[in-house]
């Protein structure tokens, strides 16, 4: 398969959202469930402060993090996708959606947990680079980073290993690998800053 050698651009997204408001079976895929069981359990603290997930899709991740976070900073980089996100957490009021195209749409605020849940591979290796020390520099002391994605095979710019590795190794020395879970079909990494 060949791979883009560009990174993935919003529009891409915008048009897969139009064709299928649930293009990756979010809702109902049992993998997915799995998925979202293990990134919760993995996550090192009960509670956080103030969580950023990247790539929030239609919000049944963001639903239950909601549970784990006193405010929760959801974006993703098509706007399609947060109408729905935004029904399905209309009871979290501890939960902001906004439409951002991560790295460089980046907010300027400082968090404990930082989620990218199958999004860094869309992105070529300089923008890994960037989105790690994007990540690092609003990382509070001592806070989490949790990275999950498929290591299947796809056409995206890099694999699901290669974008994981690129940023643990951009990441260093402001994080350090804390837990490490594989699955035949997707990684889960736990990071935490310095």
């Given at each position: 398969?060949?791979?883009?050698?560009?990174?993935?651009?919003?529009?891409?997204?915008?048009?897969?959202?139009?064709?299928?408001?649930?293009?990756?079976?979010?809702?109902?895929?049992?993998?997915?469930?799995?998925?979202?069981?293990?990134?919760?359990?993995?996550?090192?603290?009960?509670?956080?402060?103030?969580?950023?997930?990247?790539?929030?899709?239609?919000?049944?991740?963001?639903?239950?993090?909601?549970?784990?976070?006193?405010?929760?900073?959801?974006?993703?980089?098509?706007?399609?996708?947060?109408?729905?996100?935004?029904?399905?957490?209309?009871?979290?009021?501890?939960?902001?959606?906004?439409?951002?195209?991560?790295?460089?749409?980046?907010?300027?605020?400082?968090?404990?947990?930082?989620?990218?849940?199958?999004?860094?591979?869309?992105?070529?290796?300089?923008?890994?680079?960037?989105?790690?020390?994007?990540?690092?520099?609003?990382?509070?002391?001592?806070?989490?980073?949790?990275?999950?994605?498929?290591?299947?095979?796809?056409?995206y710019p890099l694999s699901g290993d290669?974008?994981?590795?690129?940023?643990?190794?951009?990441?260093?020395?402001?994080?350090?690998?804390?837990?490490q879970q594989r699955t035949s079909r997707?990684?889960?990494?736990?990071?935490?800053?310095?």
């Amino acid at each position: 398969m060949n791979r883009r050698a560009e990174t993935i651009p919003a529009s891409y997204f915008d048009a897969l959202y139009t064709e299928n408001p649930d293009p990756w079976n979010f809702a109902s895929s049992p993998y997915e469930r799995q998925k979202y069981d293990a990134t919760l359990a993995a996550l090192p603290r009960d509670l956080y402060e103030h969580a950023f997930e990247v790539g929030c899709s239609i919000g049944i991740l963001t639903r239950r993090l909601a549970h784990r976070c006193r405010r929760l900073l959801a974006v993703d980089a098509s706007e399609t996708p947060l109408r729905e996100a935004r029904r399905i957490c209309a009871d979290r009021p501890n939960v902001t959606f906004e439409h951002r195209f991560i790295p460089q749409e980046w907010p300027d605020e400082t968090f404990d947990l930082i989620v990218l849940s199958e999004v860094i591979y869309y992105l070529t290796a300089p923008l890994v680079a960037a989105a790690a020390t994007r990540v690092c520099a609003s990382l509070a002391p001592q806070g989490d980073i949790v990275l999950v994605h498929w290591i299947g095979e796809t056409d995206y710019p890099l694999s699901g290993d290669e974008a994981t590795e690129q940023f643990i190794a951009s990441a260093r020395p402001h994080a350090r690998l804390v837990g490490q879970q594989r699955t035949s079909r997707h990684r889960l990494d736990v990071l935490r800053g310095s």
